[in-house]
């Protein structure tokens, strides 16, 4: 873990279809001083997503990364594996964590100060009509939806700072003012 001490590490976490990867774009656009860890994943790519969203490889390979302990936190979600790996960030930039709300119980075991934020959607509507835009199948749909309200107590549970997704620009902003505070706490 040394190469992140000293360093600002943010875990966005939050349920499927509520926004986190538009939210976590815009502040790696916005301020060059943040450093995505790109996670791995055995899920195959969905239509709409980019072909840099994860590192998607298949099982054998990824197992193969937990067994050579390759992996700051990983989980089984649904019918596949997902995980962070050991991030190697550039120097002086801060780690952005975009993981889901088990993940970061397990990085906040190896980081206590790490920063977390859970996006959360304005309404169980607005979710479920981004899932489907984004091409979930029903089933999947109807899976992360059951699955949204246990999340979001966990993380109330965990202390995560909740930002509803309800504008863009003000969810972002309400992260960056975490960040910033973050930053001046550890000078």
Do not use: C
Request: glycine residues 6%.
């Amino acid at each position: 873990m040394t190469s992140l001490e000293g360093r600002s590490v943010i875990i966005v976490s939050g349920p499927g279809g509520v926004g986190k990867g538009t939210i976590v774009e815009q502040l790696l656009d916005r301020d060059p001083q943040l450093w995505l860890s790109r996670s791995w994943t055995t899920r195959p790519r969905r239509p709409s997503e980019s072909a840099d969203a994860y590192r998607f490889v298949d099982r054998a390979t990824f197992e193969a990364a937990i067994a050579a302990d390759g992996f700051l936190e990983w989980v089984e979600f649904l019918d596949y594996l997902q995980g962070t790996p050991v991030p190697d960030p550039p120097e002086g930039a801060d780690v952005v964590l975009e993981i889901d709300v088990r993940g970061g119980q397990q990085v906040r075991r190896l980081l206590p100060d790490a920063v977390l934020v859970f996006v959360d959607a304005p309404s169980p509507e607005h979710q479920r009509a981004r899932l489907e835009i984004r091409g979930d199948d029903p089933e999947t749909i109807a899976r992360r939806m059951k699955k949204t309200a246990s999340e979001r107590a966990e993380a109330v549970e965990m202390g995560y700072e909740i930002v509803v997704n309800d504008d863009l620009s003000r969810a972002v902003e309400a992260i960056e003012a975490l960040i910033v505070t973050d930053r001046a706490r550890r000078q």
